[in-house]
């Protein structure tokens, strides 16, 4: 079974604070997705990353950046957070091109204060 | 702008019944759709997908339909079971896109 996980379910975090969220999938999977889900919008995607030390912005990369040093771990910063961050972030992996099936994380819910 | 559209933020059907989700998207690039499906805490899962050469896909109780000159899909659910209460989410990829466009999700409720 492929499993992606993420280094943590509930975070709370201040205003200005640096935040790293963390991914990791174990099925050697090229391409590692971030999205994030608000009531109402849906999933979005901030970054993605097709390879290592690889990225690209998503539709929503204000505010985000992300790092890729080895292929099975995807690591999404906020340079200083905001309380618009505040949102549940997903992780997906999948080792093909986009119709492959995506495997998500659980989820790391996040608080900004 | 958005491509790929779930005008329905819920439905509720009663167990047994049919539940039938619809997708709408704009995009005629678009040759390829998926459904997942979330449970609350979870990550979403993948569930039933169909290329735009087909008008159907048939997996168990999950059927979803294309019609392309309407630019609509819909995943029918028959019967529905009280665990299929989920939030469901429909998406979209084409055009050597490496992306999935994602509509806002439809919460399904299955009452017992």
């Known amino acids: 079974d492929v499993k992606v996980t993420q280094s943590s379910r509930y975070l709370v975090k201040r205003t200005g604070e640096k935040v790293f969220l963390e991914c990791v999938q174990d099925m050697d999977h090229e391409n590692m997705f971030w999205y994030r889900q608000d009531p109402g919008l849906g999933l979005r995607l901030i970054y993605f990353s097709y390879d290592v030390k690889m990225k690209e912005k998503g539709d929503i990369p204000e505010g985000y950046s992300v790092s890729r040093e080895k292929k099975e771990r995807f690591s999404l910063i906020l340079e200083s957070a905001s309380t618009n961050q505040t949102s549940m972030y997903l992780c997906?992996?999948?080792?093909?091109?986009?119709?492959?099936?995506?495997?998500f994380g659980p989820g790391t819910r996040l608080t900004v204060l | 702008d958005q491509q790929v559209k779930q005008n329905s933020p819920s439905l509720s059907v009663q167990e047994g019944r049919i539940s039938i989700l619809n997708c709408d998207y704009t995009n005629s690039m678009f040759d390829y759709f998926l459904w997942y499906k979330k449970y609350p805490a979870e990550g979403p899962t993948f569930l039933i997908s169909i290329s735009s050469i087909k008008d159907k896909n048939e997996d168990g109780r999950f059927t979803v339909f294309l019609n392309k000159s309407a630019k609509h899909l819909s995943l029918h659910i028959v019967p529905s079971q009280p665990g299929d209460s989920a939030v469901y989410f429909c998406?979209?990829?084409?055009?050597?896109?490496?992306?999935?466009?994602f509509g806002k999700g439809t919460k399904l409720t299955v009452n017992p």
């Open positions: 998406a979209a990829t084409g055009g050597g896109s490496e992306k999935l466009v």
């Open positions: 997906a992996s999948t080792s093909g091109g986009s119709t492959d099936t995506q495997y």
